[in-house]
């Protein structure tokens, strides 16, 4: 993990003081709710400041009930033990949904990152009906809140959405899969929960490359590459430690890279032979002969494990999927010098079922000294990346100013 720096103040007046101790505030939290049990020495390191300071900034957190010191059980040290500081997960969370291609997923999510419940509803595939799935969002969002113990708060609302999101207002622009465009989906859920919170809204790629960036298979990169199959394929890239957004918030639609200009399959944006027509669901399951049984997970998941057990066509459809996919992960390579590269959702299985056609790919075609130490990993968070994400986004508010957060 990268270490955090204090923030000194800057200015004059007392906004500079309260700004920089606010800020302060936020990266202590944000350690804690990361990495789960720091100790006090161990946050005063990272943050560069003496214990006397660490200390005040603890005790204000634990005494708005954000955090709480504890024993910890081993020290691996003689003499007195140690005290760590553990994020309230139970007394603090936020509500995060995921809109996927078929699938609906709520959860209510405490703070350092744990699922402490979910919901979850079958999506109709090219469902347009807007009010109905804010409604069945809103009645799991509903049935979350009442379930937590009454001395627990709510601080925040995140929801990924398989679509483009545009940066500046949540709003959704287009999902290609179905065709909507600009819907204002976070305000009619927010409006719908009643609980006072505004909803925030990102893409499903962008979130699952940050939710693997921060406490999943890319913890501990600084560059990083996402690529996220359901139905489509799309994607996040963390360069530096920062999403890589674009001007408006739609970058990284790796889906549709072209890979296969000349006689590539139809892609659902209106080119051919993107990387998302020649590796996602469809490309697989029609090559293998499996169009007729069970799609989405466990389509792909039946196709990979026939293949594995022997069946010639399962195997000759992974073999080709596997091969486009390898080109499309060269050309990111390239690009972007990643340290890690990570295959989630529907991915992740069609990467296991096919590593040895990517990575053949990757040494014939990568820059020598671009896959030197490029590690390509499936998703540790495995289908919940996107849904770690939209949570990050409803605690963003919080640990960005955690004592004021609270107060409205």
Known sequence: ????????????????????????????????HRDGAVSR????????????????????????????????????????PSLVVRPETRRVYVLAFDVAVDRLVAARVGLGGTVLERREAARRRGDDDLDEIVAVLAGFGAALVAAAPPDAKCVGVGASYCGLIRAADGKVRLVPTIGWTDLDFG????????????????????????????????AGSRNLVYLHGDVGVGGGIIVGGRLLDGD???AAELGHMIVNPYGGRPCNCGSRGCLEAEVGEAALLEAAGRTGGPLGREGVRAAVRAARHGDAAARAALDRVGDWLGIGVVNLINLFNPGVVVFGGMLSEIYRG???????RVQAGVLPVSRERVALRTAALGYDSTLAGAAELGFAALLADPVGTLGR
């Open 187 to 218: 305000p009619a859920l927010g409006r719908r929960l009643g609980l006072g919170l505004p909803v925030a809204v990102g893409n499903e790629g962008h979130l699952g490359a940050l939710a693997e960036h921060e406490r999943g298979a890319g």
């Open 248 to 250: 408006e918030g739609y």
């Open 354 to 360: 096919a590593a040895a056609q990517v990575d053949a």
């Open 1 to 32: 993990m990268s270490s955090s720096t204090v923030s000194g103040a800057i200015g004059t007046g007392r906004r500079a003081p309260q700004a920089a101790r606010r800020r302060n505030l936020g990266v202590v939290l944000r350690e804690v």
């Open 41 to 80: 020495t161990e946050l005063a390191d990272r943050m560069g400041v003496n214990r006397s300071t660490i200390l005040t900034l603890i005790s204000k957190l634990a005494g708005t009930g954000l955090v709480r010191e504890e024993t910890s059980a081993t020290t691996g040290r003689a003499g007195r």
